[in-house]
């Protein structure tokens, strides 16, 4: 993170900071204490305040999200279904196993804090959803899938990971992602 200038750090370490907080909870003079950047920075980065910084982190989030869905064949010879969903679990597998339960999906956070109101960071989380969706469509039709096919299976595999996330967080066990991979995988394919 030290090699991210100010403004950069102050975008991840929002996105951290939502991921185990929440949007609500998650105050700007934390953010700016997290990311170790100089105090007057805040307004000169983000003249629209929490709500573009918290919308600019839940972009990130979604852009990361995605990235680790297209990093998927390259891990494999032979990209399936089935495959690209154990990918997209590993992750969070390997967080909770390596670093503990603190830490959800910001998007997630974002959209338990945000969505049922009018806030001007909905499009935000809309947005990163879609980027995160959008990438996992793609990589099933890469693998020969029917487009709408493709953007059901998107949808029901990030719903399932997401729900799998929260009940880990839950009960602190990565038991949920393990079974999701274990029950959903020969479903997919």
């Known amino acids: ?5 100010p403004r950069d750090r102050m975008v991840y370490s929002a996105a951290q ?6 949007v609500a909870a998650t105050g700007v003079r934390d953010v700016v204490a997290h990311a170790n950047a100089p105090r007057g920075s805040f307004q000169h980065y983000f003249p629209g ?3 573009q910084l918290v919308g600019e982190a839940l972009i990130w989030s979604g ?6 869905a297209a990093e998927y064949p390259a891990t494999t010879r032979r990209p399936t279904p089935a495959g ?7 992750q969070w597998r390997d967080e909770f196993t390596t670093r503990g339960f603190e830490r959800g999906c910001p998007v997630m956070a974002g959209s338990a804090d945000l969505a049922g109101g009018d806030s001007p960071v909905n ?3 809309r947005a990163a959803l879609a980027r995160w969706h959008r990438a ?11 487009r709408h096919r493709a953007r059901r299976l998107a949808t029901l595999m990030i719903s399932t990971l997401e729900g799998a996330i929260m009940t880990a967080r839950i009960q602190r066990s990565v038991t949920p992602l393990t079974t999701v991979v274990r029950e959903l995988g020969p479903l997919l394919g």
Not at 17 to 22: C, M
Not at 63 to 68: E, M, T
Not at 84 to 90: I, K, M, Q, W
């Open 84 to 90: 690209l969903f154990a990918h997209l679990v590993r």
């Open 49 to 51: 305040g929490k709500d």
């Open 1 to 5: 993170m030290s090699e991210r200038g």
């Open 123 to 125: 499009d935000q989380v």
């Open 136 to 146: 996992v469509t793609d990589q099933l039709v890469r693998m020969d899938l029917p």
């Open 63 to 68: 852009d990361f999200a995605a990235g680790w």
């Open 17 to 22: 900071l939502v991921r185990s907080r929440g």
